[in-house]
């Protein structure tokens, strides 16, 4: 098994850009979480979904985020406009119901000028 | 809503030496409680977890955690650390009923030789 594998590993865009985000989840897994990390808010839940379907997206910070899933291999994490502050590096994490635990992808760390 | 502090943010301790990280957590229902590490440019890997039964719980890589209801506590522990222990570590507890974590701010365990 591959793993949760995410795209890209580093992106570098400038302000007011769009930026997608990738996921592709284990297979067979039927959670699936985007997390956000900072050295000033550690790892906070963004959004999370169960069988493709958003359970709780209160970690959204606003409505410049959005995430879609729109089959069992596949998310996306996109900002549009992008600011400065939106820099960090973004995890994608999957989990099946009976096993309790995620297994995280190496995660996206973009950067915003 | 559940809360978890980790009390140490940098923990730093020779080769071969015992280390214990501190974890609390608050939370108004039952818990499942994690352990995660995470190295240099890397997404976050399980180290145990506890979800029922033993309150001592044994990991990967000789880590070993206990869980104390009454404290509520969760704190990891290694009897002998090696060099390649070094890395930051992340408590998370997830609430019955919610299938998404929330994490400590994570201790830095920093092995010198």
């Known amino acids: 098994d591959a793993g949760v594998i995410q795209s890209p590993r580093h992106e570098v865009t400038e302000m007011g850009q769009e930026v997608t985000l990738r996921c592709k989840p284990i297979?067979?897994?039927?959670?699936l979480f985007w997390y956000r990390q900072t050295m000033m808010r550690g790892l906070e839940l963004l959004i999370y979904?169960?069988?493709?379907?958003?359970?709780?997206d209160s970690g959204m910070p606003e409505d410049r985020f959005s995430a879609k899933m729109p089959n069992a291999s596949f998310s996306t994490l996109k900002i549009q406009p992008s600011e400065p502050r939106d820099s960090a590096v973004y995890f994608c994490?999957?989990?099946?119901?009976?096993?309790?635990?995620?297994?995280f992808g190496s995660g996206t760390r973009l950067t915003v000028v | 809503a559940q809360s978890v502090t980790q009390l140490d943010s940098q923990v730093p301790v020779f080769e071969e030496a015992p280390v214990e990280l501190r974890c609390n957590y608050s939370s108004s229902v039952s818990v499942y409680l994690f352990w995660y590490v995470q190295y240099p440019n890397q997404g976050l890997q399980l180290l145990l977890k506890?979800?029922?039964?033993?309150?001592l719980v044994k990991g990967i890589n000789g880590f070993e955690a206990e869980f104390n209801k009454s404290q509520t506590s969760f704190h990891l522990r290694k009897p002998s650390v090696h060099i390649s222990d070094t890395a930051e570590y992340f408590c998370a507890v997830e609430g019955t009923g919610r299938r998404a974590l929330t994490f400590g701010s994570g201790t830095r365990l920093q092995v010198q030789p």
């Open positions: 979904f169960n069988n493709n379907v958003p359970i709780d």
């Open positions: 297979s067979g897994h039927d959670y």
């Open positions: 994490a999957s989990s099946w119901d009976k096993n309790y635990g995620y297994t």
């Open positions: 506890y979800l029922s039964g033993s309150t």
